[in-house]
């Protein structure tokens, strides 16, 4: 039976990322407990056993299968001594040939919100997937009147893209999001796919 991978453990001294254990779900329930209200105008719907420690017994297993498959990564963002979670990291659709592509989520706990910790954190998460995944493409999506998230993409290097209208449901409401990517410009193919990138050396041509 072949080992399962090993999970990242990121840090920069000032926080840390990375998967959940069973022995987190305390600490995770305090986070979406404490920023119920403030995260709510930003996000879908939870399901009602969403604040259950039988729901994040069954989603933190999941998260570590579908990392394991290399299907998503989905962080969390703890304190250096890794009892409180401040935040969360998640990279889903993840897709490899021709794409090698996923969606980036996050969201950070009120009370850390403008002290540069999110951006830190997604800091040491784009680094690990770009690298770790040989992701080429990132995309980051938020609400046009979210104004700080557009901020924190455009220093972290995401390029606007568009409008997606009625693009996800919001607190129960269609919303419009404005559109993201950051893309690896030095990015080449891995091994197990580099004769299928044109060329066959690897490095994608021009058209």
Same mark, same amino acid.
């Given at each position: ?94 897709? *490899?040939?021709?794409?090698? &592509?996923? /969606? #980036? =989520?996050?969201?950070? !706990?009120?009370?850390? %919100?403008?002290? *540069?910790?999110?951006?830190? &954190?997604? /800091? #040491? =998460?784009?680094?690990? !997937?770009?690298?770790? %995944? ?26 606007r893209e568009g409008l997606a209208r009625d693009y996800l449901l919001i607190d ?36």
């Amino acid at each position: 039976m072949p080992l399962a991978p090993a999970t990242p453990h990121l840090t920069d001294g000032s926080l840390v990322l990375r998967l959940a254990t069973p022995a987190d779900i305390p600490a995770i329930l305090a986070f979406y407990g404490a920023n119920r209200a403030a995260l709510a105008p930003f996000e879908p719907r939870r399901p009602e056993d969403f604040h259950t420690e039988a729901f994040w017994q069954l989603r933190v297993a999941m998260n570590r299968s579908q990392f394991a498959e290399r299907r998503s990564a989905c962080f969390f963002v703890f304190e250096p001594d890794e009892r409180s979670v401040i935040g969360t990291c998640n990279f889903t659709n993840v897709v *490899g040939y021709p794409h090698y &592509a996923a /969606t #980036l =989520g996050y969201a950070l !706990a009120q009370s850390q %919100w403008g002290r *540069g910790r999110m951006r830190r &954190a997604l /800091t #040491l =998460g784009l680094g690990w !997937a770009f690298e770790a %995944w040989n992701l080429h493409r990132v995309a980051a999506n938020h609400l046009p009147d979210n104004q700080r998230s557009a901020r924190l993409l455009a220093r972290l290097g995401f390029e606007r893209e568009g409008l997606a209208r009625d693009y996800l449901l919001i607190d129960g409401v269609w919303r419009d999001h404005v559109l993201n990517a950051l893309t690896r410009a030095d990015w080449q193919a891995d091994p197990q796919s580099i004769g299928l990138v044109r060329g066959g050396n690897g490095r994608p041509s021009s058209v």
